[in-house]
């Protein structure tokens, strides 16, 4: 027969798979349930990797982001999208939301972006801004003004500089301004509009060049965000909203190309 200290040790041997089989499933079952999914315009990718990092590292809690424009996102959150918070790129979107009912809290302002047009290094040999302004640049992409602010924004500028004739047969539309960068990058356009905060420093600013559109070129961008119904019941979704508006997330947010409420 098998000694008392040989059964011990076989059973502690089958023991411990079990044991910690048993402790990893409900880890997972909670990591689930804890993260949380967050839509976010185009514009704030950037910005947002770095919080949702930040927020990680200090709770646990995983916010994985949708990102798309604002109308394209508000268009999935209408038709039940599962989203538990909503950083949108205006505030008339979010507050459309809140007034059909669609939303947890009202919304509140996060963030307000600038608008910069971006050449590649080597792509205009003059001073930019002249060539712009003089309507000599061969092709602008600006993001669609039908679904993405920093697209309407762009707009204005044209409108209220008086170049949207002379670049009228020259502009390329992409859906958001990631696309806008896209095109730029590839030679698909001369310059784009883009969000500030998608070049903030580093290797973006040594591949090209940016002229900030004046404060009274365009209507304010701010952007507001919003806690859809999705993520009342959420247990942690009010948890990262109290987050991106605290001190240390603010200062992170302005430091990455946007001013702050």
């Known amino acids: 027969m098998p000694r008392p200290s040989s059964i011990s040790r076989r059973l502690w041997s089958r023991f411990v798979?079990?044991?910690?089989?048993?402790?990893?499933?409900?880890?997972n079952r909670l990591h689930s349930s804890e993260t949380l999914h967050v839509a976010v315009a185009s514009n704030f990718r950037t910005a947002?990797?770095?919080?949702?990092?930040?927020f990680a590292s200090r709770t646990g809690i995983r916010a994985l982001p949708s990102y798309g424009s604002t109308g394209k996102l508000h268009a999935q959150i209408r038709h039940g999208a599962p989203f538990h918070i909503f950083l949108s790129a205006d505030t008339e979107t979010p507050r459309r939301l809140h007034a059909a009912g669609l939303t947890a809290e009202a919304p509140f302002i996060y963030a307000i972006g600038k608008l910069v047009l971006w050449v590649?290094?080597?792509?205009?040999?003059?001073?930019?801004?002249r060539a712009f302004r003089s309507g000599a640049l061969s092709r602008i992409a600006m993001a669609?003004?039908?679904v993405a602010p920093y697209g309407r924004a762009a707009r204005q500028v044209l409108n209220r500089l008086d170049l949207r004739s002379p670049y009228a047969d020259r502009m390329v539309y992409g859906e958001n301004v990631g696309q806008v960068l896209t095109f730029?990058?590839?030679?698909n356009a001369e310059a784009g509009f883009i969000a500030r905060a998608q070049v903030p420093g580093g290797e973006m600013d040594k591949r090209g060049r940016i002229w900030q559109a004046p404060s009274d070129s365009h209507d304010p961008i701010a952007q507001s965000a919003v806690?859809?119904?999705?993520?009342?019941?959420?247990?942690?979704a009010r948890r990262f909203i109290t987050f991106i508006t605290s001190d240390d997330a603010r200062t992170r947010i302005a430091k990455l190309g946007y001013d702050v409420p």
């Open 144 to 146: 669609n003004p039908g």
């Open 184 to 187: 730029v990058a590839s030679g």
């Open 48 to 54: 947002f990797q770095a919080l949702a990092d930040t």
């Open 227 to 236: 806690l859809l119904n999705n993520g009342k019941e959420h247990p942690h």
């Open 17 to 27: 798979p079990l044991l910690l089989l048993a402790l990893i499933l409900p880890s």
């Open 120 to 129: 590649p290094a080597g792509t205009l040999d003059n001073d930019m801004e």
